[in-house]
């Protein structure tokens, strides 16, 4: 009976996720949609209008907004993805790529505006590197006022973009490569005589594509429709349509949230768009370059390649690593001025001062990022579980609902999700905030879990299932300690994804719940660095230990056991 | 199914419509009966004891911040209240937060208690019946106000108050300069433009509609513009507008090539700009606290060097306040914190350099000599202006003012 009502439960796991998971969503954009075209009762929009849409197009900075927006998302997307797929092809059979991938997974855990904050510091005019070579070099004795940061073209916001977006597109290719048995490809290829770049990309690359075309497409919405960065990286006259819309949900005139909700459908709009459009290129290039593919021409040995992409990879990451050193440095900083290297006066006053505010924001940071990471785990290992069971393949337009938060950007549904939330009587509390997370925070794990798990060989669960155990007993002692690592992993990537989140704090929590994150980027407002360092570090630390965690228990756990140490 | 969710939704809205007529009444009718009970201040202190008060307040300054920790300790100790600052990027979130309750027909329970506010703000949540009271009479500490003296204690940017926020402290614009850098400074808005042209890009404001920029933008208008009067009622027609605000944007257009990015770039907020004065970027930042250079230099935010300077004809100064959204759930509390707010004790700590250097909203001719010497004794750093010198104070123009220049800003210089 039991064991009956066990595979009952798990039956609805995939039901139950899509609409605990869909339902915020949906209510989400309607809420966003129906002030759009004018319908909002609590500010008297009774009827059908498009007065919003009518004042937004009228906005002079909205083709300035749109072609900042497009240009930082689209090549933010490209040079990231070209420097991932130039990167592996290149350099996965060097040593170099070994250490990179090390270096990468902790930046991976790095928030966005932790990053942002620091890349600011580095390249301003009176930033580190100018400092570095001021004024004995360049003659500087002031700072040149030259637009580094906040440029008209957004090449700052670019650049953080793709720090932020190489380590995790790069993970998603190596997990990628590693389903496909890339290296057996590769090896036949290989000893067809085929170059090593030209190898990766005929065999290996054309069976990857599928699986990271999500994650890119997660990744354009993403750059597309990012507020955090922007605020901080981008312009402001005019800031990108992200921002713009945030600044007008925010205006005091109330009657501009008609024109907020018309451009956040805008960016709706744009965001599919350019998935399509995507699409669309993909078919292109693939069409192309199908003639190029089979014309057996074996290509070079891709030294030249390799060293660029190396080079370029390696300066992205440094990039990203001496963001977070500089800001480590501002936390102990009491004087630091132009053009100091290095700080004229430390002390320990911005943490000493911070204590409090430390403490509960990290306890809430670490309550809400364990609880929703714990409970997406759960829920994916139950659809997956599911899947297997049933033996299902989870359709691809599944994937796609699962996806939506990702896909949907962030400014164009919290402000309806929010209303939903007030009108369930769950807003600022503690479960909301969970909630909201975990609609961000499930997509990742899935992502970073499905594949582990539908590649595990069968052939265990079937022997462990002859040999009479049951399915249930099957699952716990042979499949969990075998995916015990990746299911951490996939843990900590949740952990992390919850500690970024800014918007979906600001919303649900209704700014009673301080995090680490939301700290951070009111503080950035008050442009303090030394205590926006202490925040920008802590909010890097707390992911870090997890991933430390996820890599160090099953490796403890599994000290004597070396088969299971490859299974990742 | 989408069908399905689109009519409930529609439901959802016109129950809320209805609810929310209904609720308004409930609350003008709940107002009358406060108005006429008039609970005695010992009834309120009672029910507050063991309340919450979730305050809303701009957390971008961390001097601030920690001064409203203490803030929190004081009541704690004194009336058993749990004091929570919550920390916003732009005082707007709030009223974006208490207008989707009010949407959703939470007419109590609501989840602000106390806003810091003024200006626009405040103008749009009374004008959307957003706000409790009039609740300042019946706050004991109200009594010592300066309201001869500081007019905008009454008038929040020319918007009468009427009892439903307490004044809490005094801004006026002043200007920070890095004396070891800079030696002659501006006496006018036209000197500006001098100053600027000799100094070329070393002088920005920060973005409007941030409250720094948009006061720079007022402060110019007042002394460019012929009948100063006008500004104090809204604009009369478009035309007015355009005839009143030419000289403006006359002179944005002539000083903006000489700005910090050629004026093509502006900082998001004050604290930006006084980040780029300490990094050497810009030579002036445009502060809002008379004590705030003093302020920084204790608390190395800017170099020792730095002084102020105000112009011959008088800055623009205004009151900021604190405001209870008319759904808080902790209404008594929220009224002992501001209460508390307005005490001598608080506001004198409030004006201590060392702490924040914001100043007082009450009138020293009003306060008991023990009180008035916890003014006294406060510390003046070599950076504050002593208040003979600190100039006229200029009155903020209408709101309407404000919220059309504003726009008409983003159109000419945000494309």
Redesign the interface.
């Known amino acids: 009976m039991s064991k009956f009502q066990r595979i009952e439960v798990l039956r609805f796991a995939p039901i139950f996720t899509m609409v605990l998971f869909l339902a915020p969503v949906c209510a989400g954009l309607i809420g966003t949609w129906l002030p759009a075209v004018g319908i909002f009762p609590a500010l008297g929009g009774e009827e059908f209008s498009l007065a919003g849409w009518h004042e937004l197009f009228a906005y002079p900075g909205l083709g300035s907004a749109l072609r900042l927006t497009l240009t930082c998302g689209l090549l933010s997307t490209v040079l990231s993805l070209v420097l991932v797929i130039g990167f592996v092809a290149s350099c996965n059979e060097r040593k170099s790529f070994r250490a990179l991938r090390r270096f990468i997974t902790p930046l991976l855990a790095v928030p966005h505006v932790a990053i942002a904050i620091g890349l600011a510091f580095l390249i301003a005019p009176s930033g580190w590197f100018v400092r570095l070579f001021s004024p004995w070099a360049t003659g500087w004795t002031t700072p040149p006022d030259i637009a580094s940061v906040q440029d008209p073209y957004g090449f700052a916001l670019t650049a953080g973009l793709v720090v932020k977006e190489l380590p995790f597109l790069f993970l998603m290719t190596l997990a990628a490569v590693h389903q496909t048995h890339a290296d057996r490809r590769l090896a036949i290829a290989r000893s067809l005589g085929y170059g090593p770049v030209t190898a990766w990309i005929k065999t290996v690359l054309p069976a990857i594509y599928p699986q990271i075309r999500l994650p890119v497409y997660a990744v354009l919405a993403f750059s597309l429709s990012v507020v955090d960065m922007a605020m901080i990286l981008a312009p402001t006259t005019p800031p990108p349509l992200a921002v713009l819309v945030l600044r007008w949900f925010n205006d005091p005139d109330l009657s501009m949230r008609f024109v907020a909700a018309a451009c956040a459908s805008l960016q709706f709009g744009i965001v599919a768009a350019a998935i399509g459009g995507w699409r669309l290129l993909e078919i292109l290039v693939a069409r192309l370059a199908r003639p190029w593919l089979i014309d057996g021409r074996r290509g070079g040995g891709g030294d030249t390649l390799a060293s660029i992409f190396g080079f370029t990879a390696t300066m992205v990451c440094g990039l990203g690593a001496l963001s977070i050193l500089g800001m480590a440095l501002w936390s102990f900083t009491r004087r630091w001025r132009y053009p100091d290297v290095l700080p004229s006066a430390i002390s320990l006053d911005s943490w000493m001062r911070q204590g409090g505010s430390i403490l509960q924001a990290g306890l809430n940071t670490l309550s809400i990022g364990l609880a929703s990471a714990a409970i997406a785990t759960i829920l994916v290992v139950a659809c997956l579980e599911n899947e297997r069971r049933q033996s299902v393949q989870t359709t691809t337009r599944g994937l796609w609902l699962l996806y939506a938060p990702l896909l949907v950007p962030q400014i164009g549904f919290l402000f309806g999700t929010q209303v939903l939330a007030v009108q369930l009587n769950i807003d600022g509390t503690w479960w909301a905030l969970v909630w909201t997370h975990l609609l961000f925070v499930l997509p990742y794990v899935f992502l970073s879990l499905s594949d582990s798990y539908r590649n595990l060989d069968e052939r265990y669960v079937r022997s462990a299932l002859c040999l009479g155990a049951s399915p249930n007993r099957t699952f716990w002692r042979v499949k969990v300690p075998m995916l015990l690592r990746p299911i951490l992993y996939a843990m900590a990537i949740g952990f992390a994804v919850s500690v970024a989140q800014y918007l979906p704090t600001l919303f649900a929590g209704g700014g009673r719940y301080v995090t680490l994150t939301t700290e951070a980027v009111s503080l950035a407002a008050g442009a303090n660095r030394r205590v926006v360092g202490v925040f920008a570090l802590l909010q890097a630390t707390l992911p870090m230990i997890a991933f430390g965690l996820a890599i160090g228990i099953p490796a403890l756990l599994y000290r004597h056991r070396r088969g299971l140490r490859g299974i990742a | 199914m989408m069908r399905t ?2 009519t409930r ?1 529609r439901q ?3 129950g ?2 209805c609810l ?1 007529v209904v609720a308004s009444a409930a609350q003008s009718q709940a107002l009358a009966q406060t108005q006429s009970q008039n609970p005695t201040w010992d009834e309120t202190l009672a029910a507050a004891r063991g309340q919450n008060v ?1 305050w ?1 307040a701009w ?4 001097r601030i ?2 001064y409203i ?1 203490w803030v929190g300790k004081r009541v704690w100790d004194e009336y058993g209240i749990s004091l ?1 600052h ?5 005082t ?6 208490v ?8 007419t109590s329970g609501g ?2 208690d106390l806003i810091w506010i003024n200006g ?2 405040f ?2 949540m009374k004008e ?1 019946g957003l706000l409790h009271g009039p609740f300042t009479e019946q706050l004991p500490s109200f009594a010592a106000v300066d309201f001869e003296h500081k007019p905008s204690t009454r008038v929040d940017f020319t918007v009468p108050v009427e009892g439903l926020e307490a004044p809490w402290g005094m801004a006026k614009i002043n200007f920070i300069y890095d004396s070891a ?1 800079v030696k002659t400074t501006p006496r006018s808005v036209p000197d500006f433009l001098t100053w600027a042209e000799a100094n ?2 070393r002088f920005t404001y920060p ?1 409007p ?1 941030d409250f720094i920029g948009s006061t720079f933008l007022k402060q110019v208008l007042i002394e460019l513009t012929e009948d100063r009067d006008e500004l104090q009622k809204p604009f009369v027609s478009e035309e007015r507008f355009t005839a009143v605000t030419a000289p403006l944007w006359e002179y944005l257009d002539n000083l903006h090539p000489h700005l ?3 004026g ?3 900082p ?2 004050g ?2 700009q ?3 004065l ?4 810009v030579d002036i930042h445009i502060s809002f606290y008379p004590s705030e250079a003093s302020s920084l230099i204790a608390t ?2 800017l ?1 020792g060097s730095a002084r102020v300077f105000v112009l011959e004809e008088g800055t623009i100064g205004n009151t900021h306040f604190v405001a209870i959204p008319f759904n808080a759930s902790g209404k008594e509390a929220a009224m002992v914190v501001a209460n508390f707010l307005m005490s001598p004790e608080a506001q004198a700590e409030k004006q201590n350099e060392s702490v924040w250097g914001d100043d007082t909203v009450l009138a020293m001719a009003k306060l008991s000599n023990e009180d008035r010497r916890r003014f006294d004794d406060l510390p003046r750093g070599a950076a504050t202006l002593p208040p003979e010198e600190l100039g006229a104070t200029l009155l903020e123009p209408h709101p309407a003012w404000m ?1 059309r220049i504003e726009a008409e800003w ?6």
């Not at chain 2, 957390?59 to 961390?62: F, L, N, Q, T, V």
């Not at chain 2, 207008?99 to 939470?106: S, V």
């Open positions: 969710i689109y939704i959802i809205f016109i809320l419509a929310i979730y809303n957390g971008g300054d961390e911040n920690a920790a929570n919550v920390k916003l990027a732009d707007a979130d709030a009223v974006s937060r207008l989707a309750e009010k949407a959703a027909g939470r989840s602000i626009e703000n103008a749009a959307n850098r070329p890009g973005t509609p910090w990015r050629k093509e770039l502006f998001a907020n604290p930006a006084r980040q780029l300490d990094d050497g970027e190395d935010l170099p919220t983003q159109k000419r210089y945000s494309r």
